[in-house]
Nanobody, 126 residues
Framework: QLQLVESGGGLVQPGESLRLSCAASGFTRSYYAIGWFRQAPGKEREGVSCISSRGETTNYADSVKGRFTISRDNAKNTVYLQMNSLKPEDTAVYYC???????????????????WGKGILVTVSS
């Protein structure tokens, strides 16, 4: 069983930055792809960014390209989401997820996701 715990959320003003972390524990396997998803109030959950097991392949939603960067440190069993130039529309609960799948399938259709974190709130407001 794999446990995923998100951290780093909070309240920021438009234009500011945040870095989310997703720490994995339990029966960790470095060959899991990891993804960040978000769900805004009244909206469906969407894939934000996903990264392959060794970090060589990444995927981003069009709405965050050029502003968000995903990375991973397998030695620390942690995946990061650096979020810059935040906008009010980035306000959502952010979840990390893990699965043995491709980043494209994971981010586009949540295909192959085996584990979810509980989520963390990010609020962008002036």
């Amino acid at each position: 069983q794999l446990q995923l715990v998100e951290s780093g959320g909070g309240l920021v003003q438009p234009g500011e930055s945040l870095r989310l972390s997703c720490a994995a524990s339990g029966f960790t396997r470095s060959y899991y792809a990891i993804g960040w998803f978000r769900q805004a109030p009244g909206k469906e959950r969407e894939g934000v960014s996903c990264i392959s097991s060794r970090g060589e392949t990444t995927n981003y939603a069009d709405s965050v390209k050029g502003r968000f960067t995903i990375s991973r440190d397998n030695a620390k069993n942690t995946v990061y989401l650096q979020m810059n130039s935040l906008k009010p529309e980035d306000t959502a609960v952010y979840y990390c997820a893990a699965g043995v799948t491709t980043v494209q399938a994971m981010c586009a259709r949540e295909r192959g996701v085996d584990y979810w974190g509980k989520g963390i709130l990010v609020t962008v407001s002036s």
